[in-house]
């Protein structure tokens, strides 16, 4: 999948998974695979902050203010 993505800022900004994808996606709360997911993890590994879909201003915002 790394090879098929061609532009460089979005291979920056995906993770491929080879593998159980639940093991990452169950204990972050991602239960929608269909679209994107931000996920916003502190320094001890606990999500500080989540957000999916699409880019929308609000989103931004809550992320910009958990940041």
């Given at each position: 999948m790394a090879s098929a993505i061609r532009l460089p800022e979005s291979l920056r900004r995906t993770l491929t998974i080879y593998g159980d994808v639940?093991?990452?996606?169950?204990?972050?709360?991602i239960d929608d695979r269909s679209t994107i997911a931000v996920v916003l993890v502190d320094a001890e590994g606990k999500v500080a902050w989540?957000?999916?879909g699409g880019f929308d201003p609000i989103l931004t915002a809550e992320l910009a203010q958990a940041l």
């Open positions: 639940n093991r990452l996606t169950q204990p972050l709360g989540s957000g999916k």
